[in-house]
């Protein structure tokens, strides 16, 4: 899909890059060399300025450079090519906003990072992402992280999917989300929100360690569904948005499961 966006210049925007893609230049490599003109000499000197500095960024995969570029609401369509450099995050906080979880999964697979044991941990595993994955993370979860911990930086693209899957058409939560795309949850997490995650942690610093299990699991099953719901809406943006791009391979929550218990019961 990146190969195919050209919102990557000022004047470029959607009703010009379908423009292209109406006129059959679908991708940068069907974008005819000059003298010809697609659009105007103006803008058509303007893209093909564009598109070759794209080249060369995605070429050394530089995800910063392309983020540059590529406008927030587009960004998700970076994630085909870096998807194998990606994280997905979800933090958990207590009654004064404090992080009290941050649950990640990249490709080392799924762990948490607990205040009091290793909070601060999270910031070394996540040096090395080039694309970060929420829900509603631009609103809560990186202005929470960064206010905590000022020395952090997230990733250079971050697509949170709360406004991807507004565009698909879903106006509620994480968990109404799950539940339409049917990767629900066991039933004893069943109904379970961010307010009795911070119950559950009030819980645990009184002593109950079956509290902290399942809030433990309620987290972590956050950031697993996360990466499902990044496939979906990617798929699901390039076929409904009418997009010229190839679909991506979904992983699905049972993929990692194995590993959530293990976590979980080692607390």
């Given amino acids: 899909m990146i190969r195919s966006t050209f919102q990557l210049a000022p004047g470029i925007g959607p009703y010009r890059e379908r423009q292209l893609w109406d006129s059959g230049v679908t991708a940068w490599d069907r974008l005819p060399p000059g003298p010809e003109v697609v659009l105007s000499p103006r803008l058509d000197d303007r893209v093909r300025t564009a598109v070759d500095g794209a080249r060369e960024a995605l070429a050394r995969g530089d995800a910063g450079a392309l983020a540059a570029m590529v406008p927030q609401r587009e960004r998700w369509r970076l994630f085909s090519r870096f998807a194998e450099d990606a994280g997905y995050l979800d933090i958990e906080t207590d009654l004064e906003g404090r992080p009290t979880a941050v649950g990640i999964l990249d490709r080392d697979g799924p762990r948490l990072f607990l205040r009091g044991r290793d909070l601060e941990g999270f910031q070394e595993a996540t040096a090395g ?3 970060l994955v929420t829900f509603n993370g631009l ?15 997230p990733p250079p693209v971050h697509v949170d999917l709360c406004h991807l899957w507004r565009r698909l058409g ?9 539940h339409e795309v049917g990767i629900g949850r066991p039933p004893h997490l069943d109904g379970v929100d961010g307010r009795d995650a911070v119950r559950l942690w009030a819980a645990w610093e009184r002593g109950d360690r079956a509290a902290l299990r399942l809030f ?3 987290n972590l099953l956050d950031v697993v569904n996360l990466r499902t719901l990044m496939g979906m809406g990617y798929n699901r943006a390039v076929e409904r948005l009418r997009m010229p791009g190839e679909p991506v391979p979904v992983s699905m929550p049972g993929d990692v499961r194995y590993d959530v218990t293990r976590l979980v019961m080692a607390l």
């Fill in 216 to 218: 433990a699991e309620y």
């Fill in 139 to 153: 609103s809560f979860d990186v202005p929470m992280l960064r206010r905590a911990f000022p020395g952090w930086s």
């Fill in 129 to 131: 992402w080039k694309l």
């Fill in 170 to 178: 879903h106006a509620g939560g994480l968990k109404l989300l799950e």
